[in-house]
């Protein structure tokens, strides 16, 4: 049985922030996945609806915050640990606000399935993240990543998404044929579920 994410991790992802931002006690844990859990790597990101289509039956979402980990790391700490952290400490964003939780969708991504790729192009848009890994003229080792859905929601080709990785791990200099072909990637799937505050407040009622 393979592990697989549920509402009930991003539902308590919101009852987890709120908690902190009112500050009262934290919630319990939600039943993990599969138990006993191996340790899984995982992403939480929060999006924010935006104004201009919150009241469309298909919203805009944008994104808020996110971050988490490639390590395979135990499910009981690492979850409530992103979650804060993907709201709070994302340097790309401000942190969360306690008023800003009416506007929010939260997703937990479990990242599975890791399989070594022949070239930097040996994945499926869509179904595939890529973790690239490569060393700069420098020595210096660089790496970067893009969750499975990121190439298929913002129209990347392979070609594109590649660079745009090279370019996030930080490397500045011209992109060369031999630096493509030194590049190890690794390729995984992952499991995610999406819950809107609203969805997850539903639940607890």
Known sequence: MSLQSTPSLPRYAFAALEAHLSNKPAPALPPIPLNPCPPTPLFVTWEKCSSSSSSSSSPEWDLRGCIGTLSPSDLTSSLP???LTSALRDSRF?????SELPDLRCSVSLLVSY???SDCYDWIIGTHGIIINFQ??????LSATYLPEVALEHNMTKEYAVESLIRKSGYKKPITKSLLESIKTTRY???KCKVTYDEWKQTAL
């Open 189 to 191: 799937q992952s499991s």
């Open 115 to 117: 399989e070594a790729c």
């Open 94 to 98: 401000s942190p969360i606000s306690l």
């Open 136 to 141: 700069s003229s420098l020595c210096q080792t």
């Open 81 to 83: 640990s992103y979650v």
